[in-house]
């Protein structure tokens, strides 16, 4: 097995798959103190490089809001599940 499998076993297996709600803290970019708050419905995953990609859509004052994170992205500070697509509730840490 070579050194970048390796890598994206660990990085990759996270615990969402699409259909679970998840929210995400962000800062805006390197150099501003700028929070970003997000939470929405996973609706896309590409799990096929290093930063996997997820796409997150969300409806606000009946506008659909689509946005694209990379998980493995210095700018995110954290992020959790809030339900998964079974509509249980995950339980808080």
Same mark, same amino acid.
Not at 35 to 58: A, C, E, Q, S, V
Not at 60 to 87: A, E, G, H, M, T
């Given at each position: 097995?070579?050194?970048? /499998?390796?890598?994206?076993?660990?990085?990759?297996? =996270?615990?969402? +798959?699409?259909?679970?709600?998840?929210?995400?803290?962000?800062?805006?970019?390197?150099?501003?103190?700028?929070?970003?708050? $997000?939470?929405?419905?996973?609706?896309?995953?590409?799990?096929? +490089?290093?930063?996997?990609?997820?796409? !997150?859509? =969300?409806?606000? /004052?009946?506008?659909?809001?689509?946005?694209? $994170?990379?998980? /493995?992205?210095?700018?995110?500070?954290?992020?959790?599940?809030?339900? +998964?697509?079974? /509509?249980?509730? !995950?339980?808080?840490?």
């Amino acid at each position: 097995m070579s050194l970048l /499998n390796i890598i994206n076993k660990k990085l990759i297996n =996270k615990k969402f +798959n699409i259909g679970d709600w998840i929210y995400l803290k962000k800062k805006q970019n390197i150099f501003d103190k700028k929070i970003i708050d $997000f939470d929405g419905l996973i609706i896309y995953i590409k799990k096929k +490089n290093i930063n996997p990609i997820i796409t !997150i859509i =969300k409806k606000l /004052n009946n506008i659909i809001i689509k946005r694209v $994170f990379l998980i /493995n992205s210095p700018l995110i500070i954290n992020y959790r599940l809030l339900k +998964n697509k079974k /509509n249980k509730k !995950i339980k808080k840490l």
